[in-house]
Each structure stands twice: as structure tokens, then as C-alpha cells.
């Protein structure tokens, strides 16, 4: 028997195309200017956006066309394989099939540069000379940071302070491809000064970052903004991942009953997993979609659906989502990509609409089962992506307790090459499991504005 079964199809299967969600779920309710309370208008949407995404943003399309620009970037590492893993299934002595959808083959070692790449070529396209983003553990800040270079852009990335230290590597390579890299909260924006006047060792959120980038970004015409995971047109790009899987289980001759994804703004849940739930809802096989997210940053299963700001600073639009409380300063776990105190509308709705269902799974678990996946397959994942194994190897022993077999798919959404530091800390016993208590997911609800709740209950 084949240890490891590796699926690959060729650059002419790259998609063509860009799937919406939004298509085929109710209306979503729409972000609201939070001084008027009425739906963002396109003239205040332009303001950090070109035209193109606009559309995007805004569409209720099934299939947005995927420029010949962006696929022959696409083309260096898509499509990416998917493995069935053999060994790991050995280990578990289940009678489950599990692959696994290896986006770690990309450029810079996870799926973000799915989105990076179309974004920077709608800026270009807009006459931006350079951009201005966030990030969280860094993987969104090097894929910008790549993507900027690849079009002559220039590129500022604001990066999560707790990231920023852990995970240095991360830092050097979005320099090397030319970025300015910045720990937030930082002393350059009012942003981020209001946040060290009141806690000078902050460790910072993405939320901060957001709002760090935001300001920068309003402050020059010039640059462009950019951000790497919730928003519908980003979610929509990185459905090629999921598009590709649904031909590669063709070629297993197989196909999912579970779809796991790790999930924090959403990008690589909603990348894997839209496709199959766009069949599911034209007549294709239905799919059991599970978010995997971290315990201490547990968006889904313990947050509130309301509108809210998408940064801290309440420089966005409102969104109606699953949402923390825009104040929420995640514990400092090693997952720095899932610390988002907000979630992706178009999954918030896929949740509600009993699309899908959501884990909340412990730091030292989730790297006890990265260790375990890298001892049988030789991947090291990224800790974002050992959510999702965590929860996939539960379901593979659910199966060996029910002796039902069944096929579980789940997104390995990057390598964890910059995250040694944090399995070097695993390994000396080091890590906590930073779980919330209801106290503190409490306080954090109460940054949601009263006004805002008020707007949240008349948009039902």
C-alpha cells in the first residue's frame, strides 16, 4: 500500500473563476455607516477600495472571472496537491479516510497569497503606488509583502506585537521582499498611541493592527488598503482552494462527509470549504463543515452576533457578524493568525443558516496533534493549521469509536518553518491553554456600543 496518495492536477485546472457564496444565502444585511446608521455607500467604500473589489464586495454573483494576470501568478504554485494520508490514518487505527488540501506549497508557505496577489493587481490597476495592511502572525504581511513586489508596489505592514516577537522570521521575510514591517500598537498612528497611553505593554490584536493600518492608509492617497482575511471579496478569492479539491476528489474517485478549516477572520475555512457547500446547495452530497477555532479567541462558539467595528479603534464600517466585542485583546497564543476578535460575515451567516458548525479547541492540544500529523505525514504545520488537525483527528477517532467510516477533509493552510520558536516552547512544557472565562468574554461584549446593539436588533 502507498503510504501517501498525492492528487495533482496541472496549470490548465488553475479555476477561472472565483466563487460566491453570497449567491446562493439569503440577503446579507449590509455594513452600516456608524454615524448615520444607514448601508455603506460605494463613494465610502472607494475611500479604501478600487472599483473592482467594490463589486466584488458588494456582489451577488455566483462567479466573478479570475484576471489572466493573477492566474499566471497563480501558476507558480497552483494548483496546490491534495494528500490522502495514509500514514496518519495508520496511526490513529481508524477507519476514517482523511486527506488533507496542502496550501504550505505557495511562496511564502500558507494560502494567503490567493487573495494578496488579486489585490495588489486591482490596486496597481487603480494607479496605487504602494499599500498598507495588518497581520496577525505574519503569513497575510509576507504574501503582501511578495505580491506588492512581484507589481513594483511598495508595502507597510502593521504586525501584531506578540507575533512580531515570536515569530521574527516572519518579520525578515516580508523585508526581504521590500516591506517595512511595524509592531502594533506602534507610536506612528493616534491609533496606536491611544492604545500605549493606557497600556504601554499591550500586546496588541489584529483589531489594533486594523486600525493602525486604516489611519496610514487615509492619510495618503497614494496608498492603498489591503487586508487578508473576512471580507467577502477576500473569502471569494480564496475559493480556488476549494474548487480544485472538489476535482482532485474526482481523480480519488472519493468525496467529504467532513470539511474542517481553521478559523479566525475566516479566509481558509471559507476557501476550503464554499465550494462544496455551493454544490450542496445546487443538489450536490451534503458535507459536515466545522470551523476550528482557538479556545482562547473562541469568535463562533462563544461570541455574539451583532454589528460591530472590525478594528479597535472604530474606523470601519459596522458589520453583522459573530463578533467578541471590538475591544477584545486575545490571550497571546502561538495561533497568531485566529486572534480576531470578528468573523467573516459570509461565515457568520454560513453558521446561522446551519451551514456549518463551529470548535473551540486548546492551544496544547492543537500542538499535540500538529507533532502527532508531522510524525506520520512529515509536514510541519503552521499552529493556525493545527486547529484544524486537532479537530480532524478527533472526528477520525469518532469513527474508530463508532466504527463508521467516513471521509474527512481538512485544510492544511500553511507550513510552521517560521514557527519553531512556539514548538520549541511545546516541547519544554511551556504553552498554557489561555481559555476564557465567561467574566472576561462578558467585558469583552460590552465594547460593542449600545447604539450599535440598538442597529444590530433593527437589522434582524
Known amino acids: 500500500m502507498v503510504d501517501r496518495i498525492k492528487f495533482l492536477l496541472d496549470e490548465r485546472d488553475i479555476p477561472t473563476t472565483w466563487y460566491n457564496l453570497a449567491a446562493d444565502l439569503p440577503p446579507l444585511h449590509p455594513p452600516l455607516n456608524p454615524d448615520t446608521g444607514r448601508p455603506v455607500t460605494r463613494d465610502e467604500m ?10 466584488q464586495e458588494l456582489s451577488t454573483e455566483r ?34 479516510r482523511i486527506y488533507y488540501k496542502y496550501e504550505g506549497v505557495a511562496p511564502t508557505g500558507s494560502h494567503k497569497p490567493n487573495t494578496a496577489v488579486a489585490q495588489v493587481f486591482y490596486n496597481k490597476q487603480a494607479g496605487k503606488r504602494g499599500l498598507v495592511t495588518e497581520t496577525g502572525a505574519g503569513q497575510w504581511g509576507s504574501a503582501l509583502a511578495q505580491s506588492a513586489a512581484m507589481f513594483g508596489l511598495s508595502a507597510k505592514v502593521y504586525m501584531v506585537k506578540v507575533s512580531f516577537t515570536q515569530k521574527p522570521y516572519r518579520r525578515s521575510l516580508m523585508e526581504a521582499f521590500g516591506a517595512v514591517c511595524v509592531p502594533s500598537p506602534s507610536t506612528e498612528t493616534a491609533a496606536g498611541r491611544a492604545v500605549l497611553a493606557v497600556d504601554p505593554d499591550c500586546p496588541g490584536s489584529l483589531g489594533i493592527a486594523t486600525s493602525e493600518a486604516l489611519e496610514a492608509a487615509g492619510a495618503d492617497d497614494s496608498l492603498g488598503y489591503v487586508l487578508g482575511s473576512a471580507s467577502n471579496h477576500v473569502l471569494a478569492h480564496q475559493t480556488v482552494i476549494g474548487q480544485e479539491a472538489i476535482r482532485q476528489f474526482d481523480l480519488a474517485g472519493d468525496y467529504p462527509d467532513i470539511v474542517v478549516g481553521c478559523a479566525g477572520g475566516g479566509s481558509n475555512l471559507a476557501g476550503l470549504s464554499f465550494p462544496f457547500l455551493g454544490a450542496q446547495l445546487h443538489g450536490g452530497e451534503r458535507v459536515r463543515v466545522i470551523a476550528a477555532e482557538p479556545a482562547a479567541c473562541p469568535t463562533l462558539t462563544r461570541g455574539t452576533i451583532a454589528y460591530d467595528y472590525a478594528d479597535s479603534a472604530g474606523l470601519t464600517p459596522l458589520f453583522r457578524m459573530h463578533t467578541l466585542g471590538h475591544g477584545f485583546v486575545p490571550p ?31 492551544q496544547r492540544r492543537c500542538f499535540d496533534a500538529a507533532v502527532r500529523f508531522a510524525r506520520a505525514e512529515g509536514i510541519l504545520p503552521a499552529p493556525e493549521s493545527s ?9 477520525a477517532l469518532r469513527c474508530k469509536a463508532e466504527g463508521r467510516p467516513q471521509t474527512i477533509l481538512f485544510g492544511l493552510s500553511g507550513h510552521g518553518h517560521f514557527d519553531l520558536t512556539a514548538y520549541e516552547r511545546f516541547f519544554a512544557g511551556e504553552l498554557d491553554d489561555m481559555e476564557l472565562d465567561e467574566e472576561t468574554v462578558i467585558a469583552a ?8 446593539w440598538e442597529l444590530a436588533g433593527a437589522a434582524r
Open 332 to 362: 497571546t497564543v502561538h495561533a497568531g493568525g485566529l486572534r480576531a476578535h470578528g468573523m467573516g460575515q459570509l461565515v457568520s451567516r454560513a453558521v446561522e443558516e446551519g451551514l456549518m458548525e463551529a470548535r473551540a479547541v486548546t
Open 387 to 395: 486547529h484544524a488537525i486537532r479537530v480532524a483527528i478527533d472526528e
Open 63 to 96: 462567479e466573478w472571472e479570475i484576471p489572466e494576470p493573477v492566474r499566471q501568478i497563480y501558476a507558480q504554485w497552483r494548483p496546490s496537491p491534495l494528500f490522502r494520508a495514509r500514514r496518519l490514518e495508520a496511526e490513529l487505527d481508524t477507519p476514517a
Open 445 to 452: 461584549r460590552s465594547s460593542i456600543p449600545e447604539q450599535v
Open 46 to 55: 472607494a475611500r479604501t477600495m478600487p472599483e473592482p473589489l467594490i463589486d
